[in-house]
């Protein structure tokens, strides 16, 4: 590969007496002068414990080495995490659990349900009401009718009796019929749940198990692919061998691919304006493929605006990495238990401090990070920062206290004469040892 390009020592500025201007006072304030003091503390302290940083970095370089994918070589609590994370898998795929919750019904649809159960319930009162109204008519004519009989005479009443009776056949009775209910438009009729449910089990028979891969592997372990366990095991080892945790995050793992689009990410055309940003190339001693990371393209101002100028930009550049990343694993890595399975990630970070100041880029890379480590376990053998200033280290020092000791023993941090000697150890073959 070609020699990388040392980035020169940051100076240290050193002040000189200088004559005071005429037109500025001979004394400074002494609060200047203890803030200028101050911020010259700082550097100084910062600086100084760069090659502390330096040397934790370099203790840390070979600390990690990658285990086993060899279902003998694990312990007997791992062997047994495996297993139960086979069990839950294949009951998941049966239950047809990889797959997105039915969304909930936005509020303006439970508004119009709420209003047309309102009309309906009104006009049930409407109805009920000219049903009483009705009654009580009846009621007061039937009152009426007896009122009228009782005030006529014996004459009267025998001149309106017939001289014999007759035999009259009794009518039969009148049911009434309830004026039929208006559904108000929109609403549906009715339907007996019985029924409803009847309908549901006929017409929506179970889904078979649904077929999922990862990376062209199987995720059933029922399958019989051996590299169905290396998969399951880069999920566990994320997370300390936790089942629960580990099937959480591969859940995820696959709805996310679903929702982005991923198995068919690699046949979108996304351009090359990116080439410069991130590519593949070489091997490290080990056979792993690495993957470099360049920020300081960034500094074309153009090519800034093309990336993160608005919404759809960022989108189509997150896009582009996860095409990349996705390339790089399905081409050049291999999931059998004795194969390579991870990759080597180098960032240069040289001429970078302006541009990773800059709001837009911090949180695309936060973003792609963010996303990296919840879909892709166990993907990075080695994380190596080469040319970093002096703020880089002594930040990298800090939070190396706050991650795992097996996140931090994958980083490698160098710089000055130190990125050479780096790169010389760790990468050195252009093709894959054989």
């Known amino acids: 590969m070609a020699a990388t390009t040392e980035a020169a020592p940051v100076p240290v500025h050193v002040p000189v007496p200088a004559e005071t201007p005429?037109?500025?006072p001979a004394e400074a304030p002494a609060t200047e002068a203890?803030?200028?003091?101050?911020?010259?503390?700082?550097?100084?302290?910062?600086?100084?414990?760069?090659?502390?940083?330096?040397?934790?970095?370099?203790?840390?370089?070979?600390?990690?080495?990658?285990?086993?994918?060899?279902?003998?070589d694990l312990k007997e609590s791992e062997k047994k995490a495996l297993q139960e994370l086979r069990v839950r898998v294949e009951e998941a795929l049966k239950n047809n659990e990889f797959v997105e919750p039915p969304p909930a019904p936005p509020k303006s649809e439970e508004r119009r349900k709420s209003t047309e159960g309102d009309?309906?319930?009104?006009?049930?009162e409407v109805v009920e009401v000219e049903e009483e109204k009705k009654t009580i008519t009846e009621t007061e004519v039937?009152?009426?009718?007896?009122?009228?009989?009782?005030?006529?005479s014996p004459v009267e009443e025998s001149k309106s009796t017939p001289a014999a009776p007759l035999t009259e056949t009794p009518a039969a009775p009148v049911t009434e019929t309830p004026?039929?209910?208006?559904?108000?438009?929109?609403?549906?009729?009715e339907v007996p749940a019985a029924e409803t449910a009847a309908e549901v089990t006929e017409a929506a028979p179970p889904a078979p198990p649904e077929d999922i891969y990862l990376w062209g592997v199987p995720l059933a372990p029922g399958k019989g692919d051996e590299r169905t366990d290396v998969v399951l095991l880069k999920f566990l080892r994320a997370r300390d061998f936790k089942v629960s945790d580990a099937f959480t995050m591969l859940k995820?793992?696959?709805l996310w691919r679903k929702k982005f689009g991923v198995d068919g990410i690699l046949e979108e055309d996304l351009g090359h304006d990116w080439d410069g940003?991130?590519?593949?190339?070489g091997y490290d001693k080990e056979g792993h493929p690495v993957c470099y990371n360049v920020y300081a393209v960034f500094q074309d101002n153009e090519l800034y605006q093309k990336t993160f100028g608005d919404e759809t930009k960022r989108e189509k550049f997150l896009r582009w990495r996860v095409q990349l990343l996705e390339k790089g694993i399905q081409e050049q890595l291999s999931f059998s238990p004795g194969g390579?399975?991870?990759?080597?990630?180098?960032?240069?970070?040289?001429?970078?401090?302006?541009t990773l100041g800059k709001k837009d880029l911090k949180q695309a890379a936060n973003q792609i990070l963010t996303l990296l480590q919840d879909n892709y376990p166990e993907f990075v053998a080695k994380k190596i920062f080469i040319n970093a200033s002096w703020w880089y280290l002594a930040y990298y020092t800090m939070i190396s206290h706050f991650v795992s000791p097996r996140t931090s023993s994958k980083f490698v941090v160098a710089r000055g004469a130190k990125v050479s000697e780096t790169l010389f150890n760790t990468v050195w073959r252009s093709e894959p040892s054989k």
């Not at 390579?340 to 302006?354: C, G, R, W």
Request: hydrophobic content about 35%; cysteine-free; overall charge negative.
């Open 34 to 72: 203890v803030k200028v003091e101050g911020e010259a503390a700082k550097t100084s302290d910062a600086e100084a414990g760069a090659p502390v940083a330096e040397e934790r970095s370099q203790q840390l370089r070979s600390s990690f080495k990658e285990e086993s994918n060899f279902v003998s």
């Open 22 to 24: 005429a037109n500025v």
């Open 179 to 189: 004026p039929p209910v208006e559904t108000p438009a929109g609403a549906q009729a």
């Open 340 to 354: 390579v399975s991870s990759m080597v990630q180098i960032t240069d970070l040289k001429n970078s401090a302006s």
């Open 252 to 254: 995820n793992t696959v």
């Open 142 to 152: 039937k009152a009426e009718a007896g009122d009228a009989s009782k005030d006529k």
């Open 119 to 124: 009309k309906t319930d009104g006009v049930k």
């Open 277 to 281: 940003v991130a590519y593949m190339h």
